[in-house]
Structure formats: C-alpha cells, structure tokens
C-alpha cells in the first residue's frame, strides 16, 4: 500500500545563501499510512507549519522529497490530492458559505449543479446544512471554521491538512469541533496531518504525535496513541488520555528549552514560519 | 446634511457680501479680500432667479434649459472618458500587479503624466486625432475631449487598483495556491473581489476628474455644445450680466457630484453583501 504522506530527508533552509538564513527544518522523516491522524506538536519555530506546506507543495524543500499518494508533490498539489485548513477560516467575505465552498470546485471546472449539489452535501456533512446562503461574517468563529473545513472536504481529498484549524476558537467550541472532526475522518476515512500547539489536542485526536524540537527544527520523538475509535467526554477523562498528555508533555519538556508548552497553551498564536 | 451645509455656504457668501469691502480689501499690505459689489459676488437669489430667465434677450428657452444641454453634453463625454480611463487604469494596475518590472519602469511616467499641463495637451490631442483616419474611421472632434478626461481619470484608478491588486491577504493566496489555481484564476476569484473596497475611492476621484478633465478640454479647444464652453461665453458677459457665469459653474459641480453619485451606487451593490464594518 502506498504511503499518504511520505517524507524522506527533507531540509528546508529559508534565506539560502544569505546571512539571514535559517534552517527550519533538518534532515525530517516521516511516513504516514492511509487512514492516520497525525499530529505535529512542539514550540515556535520547530518548523511544524513548514513541515506541513511542504507536504502541501506551497514551499520547495531545500533538500530531500515529499511524495503525497505515491506522487511528487507538486503532481498532488495539481491533482487536488488534499484539502487544507488554516487557523483563520479565511473565507471570502464576498462569496455566500455555499459559493464559498464552491471555490475549488469552481477552479476544477465542475458545473453549477454539480457544484451546489456537493457543497450542501459536505455543509451536511459539518452540520451547517441550514446555512448555505449565510454570508460568512454572519456566522460565528466556530462555524466558519466548519466552512473552511467544509470547503477543505469538497473535493473528496484523501488527504486533510490542518494548520491550528482550532487555535482561535474559545475552549468548548475547540472541544465540540474536535468531536466533529472525529467523526467527519471515520465517515470520510480521510488521511489527516494536523499542527497544533495544544497537548490534549494532540493526543485527543491523533494515533500518532509527532513531538518536534525548535533551532533547527527535526522530530524528537513520536508517541503512539491508541484510544480506540469510539472516543467522547469519557475519553478526556479516562487515566489512559492523561498517561499520554504526560507522556507527550514529556517529549516536548526534554527539548531542553525552558517549558515551552506553558506559554504555548495558552494559546493563538501566530503562525510560525 | 448636504442641504444643510448648502444652506450655510450660501449663508456666510451673502454675509460677506454684507460686511466686505465693496472694491476688495488689502490686508497687511496684499489684496487678498475678495471685492463684495454685485458685479464680482452676485446675490445667491439673483443666481437662482437667472436660470429661468431667457439665455439672452429675443430668445424664449429658460437658460436652465441650456444650461442642462450642455451638461448632458458634458456628461455623456464625461462618461466616455470615465470609462476609457477606467478600462485604461485597469489595464495598467493588472500589468502593474503581474510584473514587478513593469511597475518599476512605469509608475514613475504615470505620475510625470499627471504633472503635464492639461491645457497645453488638449490642442495636441486634438491636432492628432484630426490626423487620425482609419478605414472609414473619422476621429470625431468630441472623442478629444473624451480623451483627454480619460487621460486625468486613468491615474487614480491604476494606483487604487494597483494598491488593492497587491494588499491581498497572504494567506488566501495561499489558499488558491494550495488550489493550484492559475494566475488568472486568482486575480478574478480572489484579488479584484478582494481590491474592491480600495479601488471605490480611486473611482471616484476618476469620477469627477473625467469631468474636469472634459470641461478643460471644451475650454481649451472650443469644443461647442458643453457646459465648458457656456462657461467661457458667459465668462465674457460677466461685466452686464453677474449672475449668468453661475449658472453654469453650478451645472458642472452638479455633473460632478452626479458622476460621483453613479460611482457610488456602484459601490453600493458591490459591497452589499460584504460587512459592514469593512474599511472604504
């Protein structure tokens, strides 16, 4: 089977050959199954943020491959192999919830009603189907960003890329869209790459973290997580959850840095580069 | 409160009418103050009783009625000119927003282009089109007075455009990135909708300067027919007839705001569906 993600000695050195340069990422491995959920934790700068826009081809690694699907990728980016999610919903003010969904699909050329017919079914599938016609300043932060994520599913992406998607939302909403996007990636059998900043999160959501250190960023360590499928308010509560909260906050203390997870969840932040 | 504030510059014209020198005043030696004898500052009663006298002697029509001829004269080439420099400006502002380069060695020229004296250009423009014969293509003498509106509305609309073209927020292009969307794609999908609220205010300057722009061409190439030209005629018979001048001057401030007026509405159903709280 092929690898949904995989990642072979990639570098990537911003500024190259300046005296500004940085490298924000050395020498990164990483494979990751059809059907994962991955997330990529650790403090500013470790270059998760970058991790992922080489994963989505938005930046040329300096060194290495990504191949995404078995293919280059840049092929994938062209194919729409992903969707992708960032801290802000970024929708266009200008464009109804529905039109916004759309937008992808319009670029690949599909019809009208093709169109509309597959933003009300991913708007159903967020549970905003009441919503197509808002304007997206109309709608609360959490559901836009259920738009955004909406928009991500339109064009049936085996993957999902997931920049902070929640780290702007208050507490109970975070909680409510994680439950959602549980739920959305067993329905959708979709393969996820999601950054954040949030320990609970992480080991909340994922199967595997992914623990990375900053200067230069490289993956640490990787904590398997294995909560089972059916997961819920017990779930956050279970000894099981807090065992890899520790665990993960453990990795992420042995970076060396001066607890760096405090400040971080504290919360939005913007996004690292 | 447009009334209201018409109210008051009508007032305080009459009070210095009232309380000004009659032949003007010096002030620390300059003569600055404006002479406030009805030949040089009619009553604002006069200026509105003269639209509905006759335009001369002999002749029945209400000057109101010529008067708004020539406005709609005016305002036709106006909206020729208004939309020739628009098209030009965006033009600009596209090539502009697509190649650094082109920004780097034009911008410069379209400012130097403003700074050129409008009245020296309009009999050139116009010598030139009168050259002009394509095929069956007569270069009429009105298009000059068209163009050279064009000419002052151009300017703004490129750099507003230009301004919005490239104020796009990074990570929406992102987003039609991540899309693998074209350059064209992004630039009707995402920039202009997104430059929008910056481009209203170069429109409107666009708007009003075509009008400007026109009445300065009918002044200086005696293009007949538009409120330009009435303004020159009735200039010369300033010294028996005060108040007629007005009559005109007040057709070409209210083609303005009218111009100005459609830039609007257009605004208006553009951003209708856009927050309010958006910046203009």
């Given at each position: 089977?092929?690898?949904a ?67 280059p ?53 967020v ?28 064009v ?41 900043h ?67 969840e ?8 | ?29 300059w ?20 639209y ?32 020739m ?61 068209a ?45 202009f ?35 330009g ?7 010369r ?44």
């Amino acid at each position: 089977m092929t690898a949904a993600v995989e990642v072979r000695g990639v570098s990537k050195t911003f500024n190259v050959g300046r005296s500004d340069a940085v490298d924000a990422l050395v020498d990164v491995d990483l494979s990751i199954e059809p059907g994962e959920f991955v997330s990529l934790i650790g403090p500013s700068g470790c270059g998760k943020s970058t991790a992922l826009r080489l994963i989505a081809n938005l930046l040329e690694p300096t060194a290495g491959e990504v191949l995404v699907n078995g293919k280059p990728a840049r092929q994938a980016r062209l194919d729409q192999d992903y969707g992708m999610a960032f801290q802000q919903a970024g929708l266009f003010d200008w464009r109804s919830v529905a039109q916004n969904i759309e937008l992808p699909l319009e670029l690949k050329g599909w019809d009208k009603a093709r169109r509309r017919a597959r933003a009300l079914e991913v708007l159903d599938l967020v549970n905003l189907p009441e919503f197509a016609n808002h304007l997206p300043w109309q709608l609360s932060g959490g559901m836009q960003q259920r738009v955004a994520i909406a928009r991500a599913l339109a064009v049936h992406p085996p993957l999902l890329l997931m920049d902070e998607p929640f780290g702007a939302l208050d507490e109970m909403t975070r909680e409510r869209m994680q439950d959602e996007l549980l739920r959305i990636c067993g329905e959708t059998s979709t393969t996820v790459v999601f950054v954040t900043h949030s320990i609970p999160e992480a080991v909340y959501l994922s199967s595997r973290v992914v623990v990375m250190s900053p200067r230069p960023g490289r993956i640490r360590s990787t904590v398997d997580v294995h909560l089972g499928s059916r997961r819920g308010i017990d779930t956050r509560e279970a000894t099981a959850f807090f065992e890899k909260v520790t665990e993960v906050r453990e990795a992420l203390r042995g970076i060396g840095a001066a607890d760096p997870v405090g400040a971080e969840e504290v919360g939005v932040e913007v996004v690292d580069r | 409160m447009f009334v209201l504030s018409l109210l008051l510059i009508a007032l305080v014209w009459e009070l210095y009418k009232a309380v000004g020198p009659q032949d003007g005043g010096t002030l620390f030696g300059w003569t600055i103050l404006p002479r406030a004898n009805d030949q040089a500052m009619p009553h604002v009663w006069d200026m509105l009783a003269r639209y509905v006298e006759p335009e001369r002697r002999g002749f029945d029509t209400p000057i109101f009625v010529v008067v708004l001829q020539g406005a709609w004269f005016t305002f036709r080439l106006s909206v020729v000119g208004f939309a020739m420099g628009t098209l030009v400006g965006l033009g600009l502002a596209i090539l502009m927003a697509r190649f650094k380069v082109v920004e780097r060695g034009l911008l410069p020229y379209l400012v130097i282009s403003q700074t050129v004296p409008l009245i020296a250009l309009a009999p050139l423009v116009v010598s030139w089109g009168g050259k002009l014969h394509i095929g069956a293509f007569e270069w009429p003498r009105w298009l000059s007075a068209a163009v050279l509106g064009a000419f002052l509305a151009f300017f703004p609309v490129a750099v507003a455009t230009l301004r919005g073209l490239t104020s796009t927020p990074p990570a929406s292009l992102e987003l039609m990135d991540s899309y693998a969307a074209s350059w064209r794609q992004t630039l009707f999908k995402l920039r202009f909708p997104a430059a929008v609220p910056h481009m209203i205010p170069g429109l409107r300057l666009a708007a009003t300067a075509s009008v400007i722009g026109v009445v300065v061409a009918e002044l200086s190439t005696g293009l007949a027919g538009g409120v330009g030209r009435l303004i020159i005629e009735y200039a010369r018979e300033a010294t028996a007839d005060p108040a007629k001048v007005y009559t005109a001057v007040f057709a070409a401030a209210l083609l303005g705001l009218v111009m100005t007026g459609m830039v609007v509405l257009f605004d208006l159903v553009l951003m209708r569906n856009r927050p309010r709280e958006t910046p203009a």
